[in-house]
């Protein structure tokens, strides 16, 4: 049973083009969170939905939309696919909001190649 | 300042060692921090967390806090080839509502 999990693996794609990146958490999280992580290890984040609600949204190109149908649920999709757009895309849950001192828990990563 | 600062390594310990990973931070008024170690090509996880200044030992590992110095450190104690990761220290970061700010990581290589 995995806690948290995320689709596709691995996306290899041209660039223009628009995908989905898909996750579900089955360990009854309220907060979830979309992080990337670049070819140096660094970690940013890049969405936090609270209870299907929205409450972290970082400097982001608005190509990246995220969307979140129920707590256990949060979908990132990307437009127009750009170079620079290539990383591991990590999903996350926690029992509730950062801030509060929350663990997270992570899916096992998407790889995006734009080519 | 970064803010949330490690040294990116690779550190390189013999096995049985002591590792020792470094983290500072920028916001005084930080309260939570957190120890995530991430295999190559794998997610990260969770291996230690602490809230007040001191030490936390947990197994090999031992959390140690410094407010005052804005620092927070992880050793690894009887380090194993096992152990070769890359450590990302994360601080909520109390001037930032709270978000959680991940360090650049660290890379350790154990030597058997």
């Known amino acids: 049973d995995t806690a948290v999990s995320q689709t596709p693996k691995y996306l290899v794609t041209q660039m223009g083009n628009d995908k989905s990146i898909k996750c579900e958490q089955n360990?009854?999280?309220?907060?979830m969170y979309w992080y990337k992580q670049d070819s140096k290890k660094f970690l940013k984040i890049m969405f936090s939905y609270n209870n299907k609600e929205l409450i972290i949204n970082e400097t982001v190109p608005n190509r990246f939309s995220p969307k979140s149908p129920d707590k256990a649920h949060l979908n990132l999709h990307i437009n127009s696919l750009e170079l620079g757009d290539s990383a591991v895309y990590f999903c996350?849950?926690?029992?509730?909001?950062?801030?509060?001192?929350?663990?997270?828990?992570f899916g096992s990563g998407t790889q995006l190649s734009v080519l | 300042q970064k803010e949330v600062e490690q040294n990116s390594g690779p550190l390189s310990v013999p096995e049985g060692a002591i590792a020792s990973l470094n983290c500072t931070y920028s916001?005084?008024?930080?309260?939570?921090f957190f120890w995530y170690r991430q295999y190559s090509g794998k997610s990260p996880e969770l291996i230690m967390f602490i809230y007040s200044n001191g030490d936390k030992e947990d197994g090999r590992f031992t959390a140690q806090l410094n407010k005052a110095s804005q620092y927070v450190s992880l050793l690894i104690r009887d380090s194993q080839p096992s152990d070769s990761a890359t450590y990302l220290c994360a601080v909520n970061m109390n001037n930032q509502g709270g978000k959680l700010i991940f360090g650049q990581g660290t890379e350790l290589s154990v030597k058997p």
């Open positions: 360990l009854g999280h309220d907060t």
């Open positions: 916001d005084r008024g930080s309260q939570s």
């Open positions: 996350a849950s926690s029992q509730g909001p950062q801030g509060l001192g929350e663990k997270l828990f």
